[in-house]
């Protein structure tokens, strides 16, 4: 594979590579969404990192913000085609996901004990300079 797709896979992973960004995004594409449809949606995300999350989607082009001018303000969101167009790739990675999902448990797991067996190391090393 060249160093290009590399940086351009690289680069989208990026973009999307937090909880909240693809589930926005998947939210969306049932349609146009105001913010508390969203956060309803979402449940436990905060306030302030919907808010994060939606200003980089419209700022890495993914979707629209749009506000109409009346009493009370409006707003509401809704993917641009470039986020439509992110469908199919979201789908290839929940795949991906489900296909090696026992391989992924695991691998996480080893690294969680890993870690846990090195603080425990830590703090046995600690003990014995008391």
């Given at each position: 594979m060249e160093k290009v797709s590399l940086n351009l896979a690289e680069t989208t992973i990026k973009m999307l590579g937090d909880r909240w960004k693809v589930q926005i995004i998947e939210?969306?594409?049932?349609?146009?969404?105001r913010?508390?449809?969203?956060?309803k949606e979402l449940g436990s995300i905060t306030q302030k990192v919907l808010t994060s999350n939606l200003r980089m989607l419209e700022e890495n082009g993914i979707l629209v913000r749009h506000v109409y001018a009346q009493i009370p303000p409006r707003v509401d969101?809704?993917?641009?085609s470039l986020g439509y167009n992110l469908k199919p790739v979201i789908d290839s990675m929940v795949a991906w996901a489900m296909e090696y999902r026992?391989?992924?448990v695991q691998e996480f797991n080893d690294i969680k004990e890993k870690g846990k067996a090195k603080i425990e190391d830590k703090i046995k090393d600690i003990k014995s300079n008391f």
């Open positions: 939210s969306l594409m049932d349609g146009t969404k913010f508390g449809e969203l956060k969101y809704t993917l641009t026992g391989s992924i």
